[in-house]
Each structure stands twice: as structure tokens, then as C-alpha cells.
């Protein structure tokens, strides 16, 4: 309990390794070329996470959930707190692969055995949103300046994602990379429900989390 971000970020590596080999599971050009595309990607949104982890720690002196959250309030408008927010939301985001940081899961899908498709779509990003919700709801609650960049930047992304997603799945011809960015635009309004900062908006969420991994 007392390291609780940092075990986030740990489960979030285990789970992160276990993925790039599914991908590259065939061990042909085109499995390893999407896996390194996979692993680049998601290897620099954990250079962000552990950044963002680093700056809180350093500015609060803990890592739990409930402590941090404590700190902050207490702390008001401090600029190391926001970046913290800043970083960890960003790392988040791309692990749940919400624009622009959405290109690396259509390339893992068009290349991934189906069955591996099935838990990056049903699992794997959708958990992204889980921990980004975690911390925009409870450990950022008392941070003015963090709910505001919730409630504008994420909203704005959110129906970006979306629209984009939505676009994009509509040209595709490849039927892995069609599902990818179908899943992409359901991220998108899933990350809407975060933004809306509301009890409502954070159990479509949950609803919706279920729903669309079933």
C-alpha cells in the first residue's frame, strides 16, 4: 500500500513485457518490425511514468494513494505537482492508446496472433484509462489546475480520439487494423467519461469497460 503509483507502474511493465513477445510471437519481418514499433513507444511512456512518479515523490515524500492525494490538496498550485500530473497522464495515454499517441496498436494488431489481439483490445488499454481515471478521481481530486487540464485537454482528446478512430476504421481494408482503430475510437469516448468529472461520467466508464472488453 505504501508504494502504490510505483507498483501501478511495475504491474504496468509486467504486463508491457508479456505483450511485446506475444507480438513478435511469429518471428517473421513484419511480427518483429510492429512488436519494435510496440515496444518503442510504450518503452518511452514508461521513461514518462517513472519521471512523473519521481517528481511526486520528491514533492510529497509518498506513494500512496491516499497520502498523495493529501499532499496536494494541502500544496495548492504547485508547478512540479502539475508536471507530475502532466507526465503520468501522458504515459497513461499512450499505453491507452488515445491521439496522437495511437498509431503503435493498429501496427501490433495488423501483426499479433488473433488470440493476442483479443486481450489488447478487450484488456490491456482499457486498463490505461482505469489508472488515468484512478488518479484524475482520487489522488489529483484536491489539484485545481490538474482537474482543469482533465476537464479541457481530456474531453478535447477524448472526442478526438473518437472522431479519428471512427474515420479511420471506416477506410481500412485490413480487417486487424479495422478492429484496431474501432477499439481506438472506443477509448476515445471512454476517455470522455474521465473527463466529465462527474460520478455519472466515471460509471459509463466503468460500464463501458466492461462492456466493450466482453
Known amino acids: 500500500r505504501a508504494l502504490a503509483l510505483f507498483n501501478l507502474f511495475g504491474w504496468f511493465e509486467v504486463m508491457s513485457v508479456a505483450a511485446f513477445a ?14 519494435l514499433n510496440f ?3 510504450n518503452s518511452l511512456a514508461s521513461f514518462m511514468m517513472l519521471g512523473g512518479i519521481g517528481l511526486i515523490y520528491a514533492r510529497v515524500g509518498a506513494l500512496d494513494f491516499g497520502a498523495m492525494s493529501d499532499a496536494i490538496a494541502r500544496r495548492g498550485a504547485d ?17 491507452a492508446a488515445i491521439v496522437p499517441f495511437h498509431f503503435w496498436l ?6 499479433a496472433p488473433s ?6 483490445s478487450g484488456a490491456m488499454v482499457s486498463v490505461g484509462l482505469f489508472a488515468l481515471a484512478k488518479l484524475a478521481f482520487w489522488v489529483f481530486a484536491g489539484s485545481t489546475e490538474a482537474q482543469t487540464l482533465v476537464r479541457g485537454c481530456f474531453m478535447a482528446l477524448g472526442g478526438a480520439t473518437a472522431v479519428i478512430g471512427a474515420l479511420m476504421a471506416w477506410s481500412q481494408r485490413h480487417l486487424k487494423r479495422m478492429l484496431a482503430f474501432s477499439t481506438i475510437a472506443h477509448l476515445g469516448i471512454m476517455l470522455t467519461g474521465v473527463a466529465a468529472m462527474s460520478r455519472t461520467g ?9 462492456g466493450h472488453g466482453l
Open 202 to 210: 466515471l460509471a459509463g466508464l466503468l460500464v463501458y469497460i466492461v
Open 22 to 35: 506475444l507480438t513478435a510471437y511469429r518471428l517473421e519481418r513484419p511480427s518483429l518490425v510492429g512488436a
Open 79 to 95: 508547478p512540479v505537482v502539475i508536471g507530475a500530473f502532466c507526465l503520468l497522464a501522458a504515459a497513461l495515454m499512450v499505453k
Open 115 to 120: 488470440p493476442v489481439c483479443v486481450i489488447f
Open 106 to 111: 493498429s501496427d501490433a494488431h495488423a501483426v
Open 39 to 41: 515496444t518503442v513507444t
